[in-house]
């Protein structure tokens, strides 16, 4: 009955767990087709592009990948350099660097 009564539970915690994450995955998938629509009519540029533009003001850092931010029309991208994280944030219509977090 305990053993049971215990599977039911994890059970029904996975479930929650997975239902928790669904408007988080909804975002994203939102944010990437917001990102191709805007693409497609060139108001803003893609993401190699940035990585073209940002990737060589990096030396010694290793790229860990970019996040797009739909609303403030700006790439994220993401660092890594003797364990700290840095943050470059480029707008996303001009190219240009508009912000660095250490």
Do not use: H, W
């Not at 991208?77 to 480029?90: A, C, E, P, S, Y």
Request: net charge positive; glycine share 6%.
């Amino acid at each position: 009955m305990k053993q049971q009564l215990l599977s039911r539970a994890l059970a029904l915690a996975a479930c929650l767990a997975t239902v928790s994450s669904l408007p988080a995955l909804a975002d994203q998938v939102s944010e990437q087709g917001q990102l191709r629509k805007e693409r497609r009519a060139g108001t803003v540029r893609s993401t190699r592009e940035i990585e073209q533009i940002v990737l060589p003001q990096m030396p010694g850092m290793q790229y860990l990948g970019p996040e797009y931010d739909a609303a403030a029309m700006a790439y994220r991208l993401k660092f890594i350099q003797n364990g700290r994280v840095v943050f470059v944030d480029v707008d996303a219509r001009s190219g240009r660097i508009i912000g660095r977090s250490r």
